[in-house]
């Protein structure tokens, strides 16, 4: 007696409305963990700058700046667009790029962040908020750096 081997028409068609349910279910929390993920990726990046900024500053026992930067050579422009960590006006230490399309950052104070050779703030507490522009839920991240020159980052409401 032959065997036959292979699938049925409904045994297809059960597998295939299976998936489509499982994908259903699915990406909803795939899109959900690539927006945390771009968040999170926005702050640290913003982050790394602050604690390099003053890192170097200690270091060298010298001022140095952090502030918006499109030109790779003098604070000028919005966070959006890049920022730069330099010695006052006169070295580049290093220049980060623009962040993806969408992004927001912002920041409570005017002017640039300058951290003293102490490694800390010349001015009281800063406060930056970093999101994009499709923010919802609780994706907006709040970096707050302390007078003694400490950064923190918390999850915030967009």
């Known amino acids: 007696m032959k065997r036959?081997?292979?699938?049925?028409?409904?045994e297809l068609m059960v597998t295939v409305?299976?998936?489509?349910?499982?994908?259903?279910?699915?990406?909803?929390s795939f899109i959900n963990l690539i927006q945390n993920s771009r968040s999170a990726a926005l702050?640290?990046?913003?982050?790394?700058?602050?604690?390099?900024?003053?890192?170097?500053?200690?270091k060298r026992n010298t001022n140095v700046?952090?502030?918006?930067?499109?030109?790779?050579?003098?604070?000028?422009g919005a966070l959006t667009d890049g920022?730069?960590?330099?010695?006052?006006?006169?070295?580049?230490?290093?220049s980060w790029d623009a962040p993806d399309a969408g992004a927001v950052i912002t920041k409570d104070v005017a002017g640039v962040i300058t951290f003293t050779g102490s490694g800390r703030l010349n001015?009281?507490?800063v406060t930056l908020t970093t999101k994009?522009?499709?923010?919802t839920g609780d994706r907006s991240r709040t970096i707050r750096i302390n007078a003694s020159g400490r950064v923190s980052v918390t999850r915030t409401a967009c």
């Open 65 to 76: 700046e952090f502030c918006a930067g499109t030109n790779r050579t003098t604070c000028a």
């Open 83 to 94: 920022w730069n960590v330099q010695l006052s006006d006169t070295e580049l230490l290093r």
């Open 4 to 10: 036959n081997r292979g699938f049925t028409l409904i």
């Open 17 to 28: 409305a299976v998936l489509v349910i499982l994908i259903t279910v699915a990406i909803p």
């Open 132 to 135: 994009y522009n499709n923010c």
């Open 43 to 58: 702050a640290n990046s913003v982050v790394t700058a602050l604690n390099y900024a003053r890192s170097e500053a200690v």
């Open 123 to 125: 001015t009281g507490a």
